[in-house]
């Protein structure tokens, strides 16, 4: 069973970056076919995919947010680390880590889901 963590400051200052990590148990990054992702929702708003690292390292970014985003990994430690800079009180959202064995952008498509750490950017 696989099963994803997040980690990171639930607080993050205006125009500063935040940083989340989500790390895996149970099974490998590496895993071909498997895709690891970010996904976050607003307040009273729907689920929105951020973006995607997959098996090999390549990585998939929403167009709406891929000139703040940035995904990497560490293969070492099972991990795989989200950026977002510039924040502003509109990326204050619930945010979860996830995978899945096929490519999509759609929430519902992903199997293993972290908890989701609640961030809230505010000076």
């Known amino acids: 069973q696989v099963q994803l963590q997040e980690s990171g400051p639930g607080l993050v200052k205006p125009s500063q970056t935040l940083s989340l990590t989500c790390t895996v148990s149970?099974?490998?990054?590496?895993?071909?076919?498997?895709?690891w992702t970010w996904i976050r929702q607003p307040p009273g708003k729907g689920l929105e995919w951020m973006g995607a690292?997959?098996?090999?390292?390549?990585?998939y970014y929403s167009p709406s947010l891929k000139s703040r985003t940035s995904i990497s990994r560490d293969t070492s430690k099972n991990q795989f680390t989200l950026k977002l800079s510039s924040v502003t009180p509109e990326d204050i959202a619930v945010y979860y880590c996830?995978?899945?064995?096929?490519?999509?952008?759609?929430?519902?498509?992903?199997?293993?889901w972290g908890q989701g750490p609640q961030v809230t950017v505010s000076s």
């Open positions: 690292i997959s098996y090999s390292g390549s990585t």
């Open positions: 149970g099974g490998s990054i590496t895993t071909t076919s498997y895709y």
């Open positions: 996830a995978s899945a064995g096929i490519y999509t952008t759609l929430a519902a498509g992903y199997d293993y």
